[in-house]
């Protein structure tokens, strides 16, 4: 994985949003410095959540989104309806 893939946007910048409609599975970032994170706990969104699509995953398949006050890895196919 890339290193440069695992950061903190210093402002959010929306591509899309859109709200789950069952639980997934993500991964949180967390912050070690301004701008910079580590991968944190693998755990479940619940369907209802709002998620903000900001950036590209770690590989093809994942995309960075936002919820709240935190930021997740997420597969794409579990965004998809």
Known sequence: MKEDMIFIP???????????SRNITAI????RAPGKAKLGPIL???AGSNL??????????TVKVHDGNSYYFVFREDLEE
């Open 10 to 20: 210093p402002e959010l910048s929306v591509q899309s949003s859109c709200t789950l």
């Open 28 to 31: 949180r970032l967390e912050s």
């Open 44 to 46: 479940r969104l619940p």
């Open 52 to 61: 903000d699509v900001c950036g590209d995953g770690f590989n093809p398949r």
